[in-house]
C-alpha cells in the first residue's frame, strides 16, 4: 500500500482546502441520511405511542415534520455540493499529476525514452491515470467520512438510546467492513489486474491492427492478428469476470452484515423497551440508524473492484514522478554562444561497456559544419545525442560555449540545440500546427521562410498553404517531403547548434543541395553538426571527421 499511500498524498498535494470541502460535504450527507431516518423512526413510533395513549392531539408534529424536511432538502444539497466540489478537485489533481508524469518521462534516460512503445505508453498512461481517479472518489473520502459518521452515530445513539447499541453499531459498522475489504481485496487483486492487463493488451492490439493492416494484409497475416485481439478480449472477459463475481460476493457478505447489525439492534432495543430501559421511540432510534449507516459501508463494493487496477497503476506510476522534481536553472552563461569543442570523446553500449568508436576530437566554430562520417552503426548518432543533452559521454569531454550539453537543464537545450533525428515525428493536424511544435509563437511570414529554405514552400501552396491537413503520422506527404517539413521545423527555434541525423535522405542530389544551403541561409552563425551518409552531405561540411568503429576494427 505504499505506493498507493504515495500517490493519495500527491492527488491531495495541490488540491488540500477542495478535497477537505468535500470530505466535510461527504460526511454531512451521510451524517443528514442517518439523521432523517433516526429521526422518522422516532417520529413515527412516538405519534404512534402518543395516539394508543390517546396524547395525540397534545404530540406536537411540526417540528419532527420540519426537521424531517430540513434534512431531506439540506442532505439533497449537501449531495450535489459534495459531487460538484470532489470531482472538480480530482479532475485537477489528476491534470497536474498527468503533467508531473509527462514531464518525469521528458526527464528520464533517452535510451529509456527510444523504447517506449507510443501505442503501449499512451494506452497505459491513460489507464493508469483513469484508474487513480477513484483513489480520492471511491476511496479515500468515502472511506474516511464513512468511518467517521459510523463513529459519530455510535456517540450520538451511545447517549440518546443506549450504550449497548452503541457498541453494536461501532463494531458491526467499524469492524465488520474493514474485514470484508482486507479479505475480499485478497481475492480480488489478482483479477483485477489480469483485467487491465487484459484491456490494455486489447487496446494495442486493435491499435496496431490499424496502423499495420495494409503490411498485415500484404503478407497475409490479417487472421492472425484478429486472433490476438481475440486471445486478448477473452483473456480482459476472463479477469472482468472473476473480479464482478468477487464484488458480487462481497456485496452479498456486506448485506448480510448490515442485517446482522440491524437485527442486533433491533433484539436489544426490544429488550431495553420490555425491561423500561428505555422508550420505543428511543429503540427506533438506533434501529433505524443502524438501517441508515449502511450507505457508509457501500463503497466498499465498489472498491474491492478497483483496488487491485489503483495499487498496480501507482506502482507503474510513482517511478516515473521522480524525474519530474528536477530543478530546473534559469539561465547558464555562456550557454548559448561559443564553439562545440569534443576531447577524446568515447562513448560506450550495452553491459559490456565497450567503445563504440575511437576516442574522438574535433572543433567546430560559430557558422561552421562538421560532417561526421562512418559505417552504419559506428556511433554517429550517439555523439549527435550527446551533443543534444541526452546521453553522457562514457569518457572524453564535450562541450558547447564552454559547458557540456547534458548538465545544461531542459529549458536550455530546448532554447539554444535543435535536432532532427532519422525517425521524424508529425501529428495529425495542419501543416502550420506541425511547424508550430517548435515555435507556437511564430508567424505565417516565419513559416513560409522556414519552408522556402527547406524547398517545401511550392508543394504546400499545392497542397492547400498552412492550413493544408495531414492525417496520422504526417500522412498525406512522401518521406522527402516529411523529412523537409521536420527541418523547416527545427529551423524555426534559430538553434545556435544544429544537430542533423542523414538529413537529405530521401532527396535527390540536387534538392540536397540546396535544401542544405537553405539551412545554412536561415542559421549563418550556427554550428551544424551532421551524421552524414551521402557525398552531398560531406561535401557540404567544412570539416570531415571520420569515426573509427572499434569492433569493425577489432574484426580486420
Known sequence: MKPLGKMITLLLKDEKWAFFQGLALTLTVLAMGVALLALSGWFITAAAAAGMLGLGTLFNVFAPSAMVRFLALGRTAARYGERLTTHDATLRALSNLRIRLLTGVLTSPYRQIERLRASVFLNRVTADIDALDGLALRLLLPGVAGLAAIVLSAIVVGVLVHPSVALVILIGYGLGPTMIFVLGKSFAKRPSRRAEAGMQALRSRVIDLITVREE????????????????????????????????RQTGFWLEMM??????????????????????????????????????????????????????????????????????????????????????????????????????????????????????????????????????????????????????????TLARHIAMVPQRHALVAGTVADNLRLAAPAASDAELWEALEATQLAGTVRAKGGLGARLEFRGAGLSGGEARRLVLA????????????????????????????AGLRRVLPNAVILIAAHRPEEVAFADRVVPLVSILARNIK
Open 216 to 247: 498485415l494484409i500484404a503478407f497475409g497475416r490479417m487472421q492472425d492478428a484478429r486472433a490476438n485481439v481475440g486471445m486478448a478480449a477473452d483473456y480482459q472477459s476472463r479477469g472482468q469476470a472473476t473480479v464482478e463475481r468477487v464484488e
Open 489 to 516: 521545423r527545427a529551423l524555426l527555434r534559430r538553434p545556435e547548434l544544429l544537430l542533423l541525423d542523414e538529413p537529405t535522405e530521401g532527396l535527390d542530389a540536387q534538392l540536397a543541395k540546396s535544401v542544405l
Open 258 to 411: 448490515g442485517w446482522g447489525v440491524v437485527s442486533l439492534t433491533l433484539g436489544i432495543g426490544v429488550s431495553l423497551a420490555q425491561s423500561g430501559g428505555i422508550s420505543p421511540a428511543q429503540a427506533a432510534i438506533g434501529i433505524f440508524a443502524a438501517l441508515a449507516l449502511s450507505e457508509a459501508v457501500a463503497p466498499v463494493r465498489r472498491a474491492l473492484s478497483e483496488i487491485g487496477k489503483m495499487q498496480a497503476a501507482a506502482k507503474r506510476i510513482g517511478p516515473l514522478l521522480a524525474g519530474a522534481e528536477q530543478i530546473e536553472i534559469a539561465a547558464v552563461p555562456g550557454a548559448s554562444e561559443g564553439p562545440l569543442v569534443s576531447e577524446a570523446l568515447v562513448a560506450t553500449r550495452g553491459p559490456s561497456g565497450v567503445a563504440l568508436f575511437s576516442p574522438l576530437t574535433f572543433h567546430a566554430e560559430p557558422g561552421e559544419t562538421v560532417a561526421l562520417t562512418g559505417r552504419s552503426g559506428c556511433g554517429k548518432s550517439t555523439v549527435l545525442l550527446m551533443a543534444a543533452g541526452q546521453i553522457v559521454p562514457s569518457s572524453g569531454r564535450l562541450s558547447f560555449g564552454g559547458i557540456s550539453p547534458h548538465q545544461l537543464p531542459a529549458k
